[in-house]
């Protein structure tokens, strides 16, 4: 079983920061890329911001200078620091993990956290 649990989400006003986390636990032998994905109502689920496992980060323009994606190999955890919120930032935060479970395969699975609610408002 691998499970992963987003938190840190919440109501911020406009302007604001949130500190986004997601932990991933179970069978795990290593873990490839890992990411931040967004749904907001009507909408559909789009990238937020990706982390390769040698750390090099990729950003939706929405995004870009505002959010930072990092990641802790030794937890098995990505983060997301988001700051200058904006309304538009509202939506269901989900992240995701490519991730193997055994050494005797070299197929990477995705696996995905069940969301943490993110509302900036004032």
């Known amino acids: 079983q691998v499970q992963l649990v987003e938190s840190g989400g919440g109501l911020v006003q406009p302007g604001g920061s949130l500190r986004l986390s997601c932990a991933a636990s179970?069978?795990?032998?290593?873990?490839?890329?890992m990411g931040w994905y967004r749904q907001a109502p009507g909408k559909q689920r789009e990238l937020v911001a990706t982390?390769?496992?040698?750390?090099?980060?990729n950003y939706a323009d929405s995004v870009k200078g505002r959010f930072t994606i990092s990641r802790d190999n030794a937890k098995n955890m990505v983060y997301l620091q988001m700051n200058s919120l904006k309304p538009e930032d509202t939506a269901v935060y989900y992240c995701?993990?490519?991730?193997?479970?055994?050494?005797?395969?070299?197929?990477?699975?995705?696996?995905w956290g069940q969301g943490t609610q993110v509302t900036v408002s004032s």
């Open positions: 995701n993990a490519d991730l193997r479970r055994t050494e005797y395969s070299s197929t990477y699975y995705r696996y």
């Open positions: 179970g069978s795990i032998f290593g873990i490839n890329a």
């Open positions: 982390i390769t496992s040698g750390d090099l980060p």
